[in-house]
């Protein structure tokens, strides 16, 4: 169920029953020359909301902005600061609480959510869960299994061929692959920690960090995203309960 589709009343019965929801969080940025613009947010909330239909969960409407500083020299990239970005989400989480919810378990989809998300989780104590949908190891085997290193770290083609199965699928002939990176790079930007934007464009002029994004494949969206839900689904049931 999805949260804005519901009446009050409905919400308030719901509430007799579980007092867990889910959270989606993405962001609104680049994701190289075959990803949509959403791609972070897409991949979250379209996991939670076939997590929710196996668990019989309420899904928020999604938290898109979001820190994405090192993507500013792309357009269409819109960045909150962290400042703004932690606020926003903790008044949501406080409203939710407020009326019950209290079991909050948040889906992320864009690393650089992660530290500000983490330290909200620890403040609320046992009431947040936080997630991103790549932390299930059955979605790592096939994560591995379809794309070894070419996985790399921005416009993953993982989330990509998510969002060809659930939207659409964008193609440029004689796409060449990134560069790839050193394990050294990976170690040292971890959490999507990138450079200023100018410099970050001059780095990876067409927005992919080492990522093959060319090897999506709307079929292997689909095994991911079955995989990461029914994960979720099971994850969300024990934190529920
Ligand atoms: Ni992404």
Redesign the pocket.
Known sequence: MKLEEMTWYEVQTHLQESRGIILPTG?VEQ?GPLGLIG??SICAREIAWAAAERCSAIVAPEISYSPAPFNMSFPGTVSLTPAVFESVVRDVLTSLAHHGFERIYILN??GANLSILRDLEESFQQMVRVKSWWDFKPVNILRDQFYGDWEGM???PS?IAITQDTHRIVRIDDLAPPEKLSPDYIAAHAGDKHGPPDAHRESFPDGRVGSHSGLAKAEHGKKLLKAAAHAVAEDCLSFFE
């Open positions: 962001s994701h791609t972070d989809g864009h921005h416009a993953t989330e």
